[in-house]
């Protein structure tokens, strides 16, 4: 994987360090300025979970474009590290609450507070995406009554998913790379 960067923002043109070793399968820079082309000027003074950080790219793109705070969990230590490293990088860290968690098991909890995006990006083939959407969908308190959980999978990986407080609004597709947009139901 090649260098990552920061796309648009107060850290335009930055480059993020990775996550040492293979645990981790950070965002491409099209499919990250694909995602912030959708959510567009919503981010500006957004709040975001950013699940299964890695590297922190796509929380920190967000940050760079306006958000007013992100929270990044990640179980990985070297994440965590990372994470810290390119938040101090960026100057980001302000507004950035790092914590090294288990997301699955934090997403059981009642919520401590709403937020406007929720991305999730975990490892794949092994159904952790399904898995944090169902959870959102039985705390629906995790989101904004008009926020959006985003999930990034694998194409391979998608396939219905019965919810009853949250649906599916839009998909995209860039190469080996999915994006599913979910929302409160109305």
Known sequence: MSAIRVIAGTAR??????VPGDSTRPITDRVKENLFNIIGRHIVRSTFLDLFAGTGGVGIEALSR?????????LDRRAIE????????TRLEENAEVLQRDALAVLQNEPDRPYDFIFIAPPQYKGIWAEG???IDARPGW??????????????EDAPLPLENLELFDERKYGNTKLNFFRLKE
């Open 13 to 18: 043109g930055r480059r993020l360090n990775l």
């Open 82 to 89: 990372t994470i810290r490293e390119n938040l101090e990088l």
């Open 133 to 135: 959407l169902r959870h």
């Open 66 to 74: 306006g958000a007013a705070y992100v929270r990044f969990l990640d």
């Open 143 to 156: 989101l904004e009554h008009d926020g959006w959980a985003i999930a990034q999978i694998d194409p391979k």
